[in-house]
């Protein structure tokens, strides 16, 4: 690693990182919480309670805010509501849709296309999105401790075709720095490895994980950086996100966003207009627009494959070609994502 650079998080100290930390040990992980906290009616709370079960709730404060109180239909609060529809189980969803411990030669990384591998960098999350593919994933089993990851990075050094390491999770920026900062450390190490990507929600939950400390490892790492946020809805992004963003820019990644299509939530088409507007305003290149993975506990989310390449074939007629993002599905066993 380079020396550290010190990128400077202007805001008044009282307000940075009210610590990020903090933020996540208090998030609201019961469901009677969130129902009183949104004024949702009670008639929700034994749904919640069922999914909560299946999965449990996580909500931060500071996405909580982003919801409009006493609205079920609301489209941040449908992201993290349990509902009854998660323990039904329609044929053809499953625990492991992806087919991900097909392809784990080693504990914390996952190696399904060319050139690039994926480590399980942190078991948890800021919040729990109730369509998540990865929502029965054994963490348990797959997340490794400092000692284990040298397996990993063993892998990695072996394999000269490999150029890029991507930062998955849960949310890898759950980990701490000091966490994130030795792995960073070490893959840099590897004269073959060219570019890291971290695929992240956390930009977006608490806008206040992005601090110095994040942006003094990121900004000094010799390695391209990508950052892949994962937004669904322009109502996710305010000024916090927006200033997390620049941050992020600031310290030299380049930004893109992946978004999964949700009935309900996102499968209209100025939803989808905004929301690529919104993002660019960001400074963020939409990325991928996925189709729901079958993953059990998430069919209610699904959009059919027809209305999804409706949708997207309308949307061309609002949006400059460099706001579009692709349409894709992920194929088990396929070399890479199927474009729709
Ligand atoms: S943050 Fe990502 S990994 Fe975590 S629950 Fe949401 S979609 Fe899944």
Known sequence: MQENIIIADKRPSTQASASWQRQLSQAIRDPATLCKRLSLDESWLPGAATGHQLFEICVPDAYLTRIVPNDPNDPLLRQVLPVIDEASTPQGY????????EHQPVKGLIHKYAGRVLLIASPACAINCRYCFRRHFP?????????????????????????????????????????????????????????????????????????????????????????????????????????????????????????????????????????????????????YLHVVDPVQGAAHFDVPDDEAKALVKQLLEHLPGFLMPRLVREIPGKASKTPL
Not at 94 to 101: F, G, H, R
Not at 250 to 262: D, E, H, I, K, M
């Open 94 to 101: 499953v625990t492991d849709p992806l087919e991900e411990a």
């Open 139 to 287: 963490y348990s089993e797959s997340s490794p401790s400092r000692a284990q990851w040298q397996e990993a990075l063993d892998y990695l050094r072996a394999d000269t075709n490999l150029h890029e390491a991507i930062l998955s999770g849960g949310d890898p920026l759950a980990a701490s720095d000091k966490q994130l900062a030795w792995l960073v450390e070490q893959l840099e190490g590897i004269p073959h490895l060219k570019r890291l990507r971290i695929h992240t929600r956390l930009p977006v939950v608490i806008p206040d994980r992005i601090d110095s400390a994040f942006l003094g490892w990121l900004a000094a790492t010799r390695l391209q950086k990508v950052v892949v946020l994962h937004i669904n809805h322009p109502n996710e992004i305010d000024q916090a996100v927006i200033d997390a963003c620049t941050r992020l820019k600031q310290a030299g990644a380049t930004l893109l966003n992946q978004s999964v299509l949700l009935r309900g939530i996102n499968d209209s088409v100025s939803t989808l207009a905004t929301l690529s507007e919104r993002l660019f305003e960001a400074g963020v290149l939409p990325y």
